[in-house]
Antibody, heavy 118, light 110 residues
Framework: EVQLVESGGGSVQPGGSLRLSCAAS????????MHWVRQAPGKGLVWVAR????????NYVDSVKGRFTISRDNAKNTVYLQMNSLRAEDTAVYYC???????????WGQGTLVTVSS | QSVLTQPPSVSAAPGQKVTISCSGS????????VSWYQHLPGTAPKLLIY???ARPSGIPDRFSGSKSGTSATLGITGLQTGDEADYYC???????????FGGGTKLTVL
């Protein structure tokens, strides 16, 4: 069974940093693109970033470029989202997902909540 | 403001059919595959349709997808109260080099 479990969320002050983790199991992790999306309170889903199976290629939504970094450790079957210079508008539930084909990902994890507030 | 445009809400009675539209441009829907997701806030998003009209294993054939030009449509037949959720279209945007989501459509089954 494919499983994705996110962790690392929490409360942080504006300008602070957090690193989210997503532990994967049940599939060949190193061959698979992985995604992060987020949902701010009362808002819709927004794609955040993706990373290729070997880590050689990444893409980001414009609003996080230069602040967030997606990475992976294929030995640990884990993908990360390093979030720096956090802003109030980054407050959201963050989900990781396994890519099936470009914009299609399944399954997704249950999410981890990030709150940026002073 | 989302790159892909969806109606904010749709509604229909149990047993009826509903369609949800998703409008984009040549840089996204016009030249890339479209996916559809079902989401209840606080839970994991669920992939319903990928590659415009393919269903993942376990998704009933009540859910269907289509694409024409720069627009895509999700259809749901035999509506059930359990279908009440937010629905999102998504695709790759070649100009942005990013995945883009629609703003979401809230389905109410009256």
């Amino acid at each position: 069974e494919v499983q994705l479990v996110e962790s690392g969320g929490g409360s942080v002050q504006p300008g602070g940093s957090l690193r989210l983790s997503c532990a994967a199991s049940g599939f060949t992790f190193s061959n698979t693109w992985m995604h992060w999306v987020r949902q701010a309170p009362g808002k819709g889903l927004v794609w955040v970033a993706r990373i290729k199976g070997d880590g050689s290629s990444t893409n980001y939504v414009d609003s996080v470029k230069g602040r967030f970094t997606i990475s992976r450790d294929n030995a640990k079957n884990t993908v990360y989202l390093q979030m720096n210079s956090l802003r109030a508008e980054d407050t959201a539930v963050y989900y990781c997902g396994r890519d099936l084909h470009i914009a299609a990902a399944s399954p997704w994890g249950q999410g981890t909540l990030v709150t940026v507030s002073s | 403001q989302s790159v892909l445009t969806q109606p904010p809400s749709v509604s229909a009675a149990p047993g009826q059919k509903v369609t949800i539209s998703c409008s984009g441009s040549s840089s996204n829907i016009g030249n890339n595959y479209v996916s559809w997701y079902q989401h209840l806030p606080g839970t994991a998003p669920k992939l319903l349709i990928y590659d415009n009209n393919a269903r993942p294993s376990g998704i009933p054939d009540r859910f269907s997808g289509s694409k024409s030009g720069t627009s895509a449509t999700l259809g749901i037949t035999g509506l059930q109260t359990g279908d009440e959720a937010d629905y999102y279209c998504a695709t790759w945007d070649s100009s942005l080099s990013a995945v883009v989501f629609g703003g979401g459509t809230k389905l109410t089954v009256l």
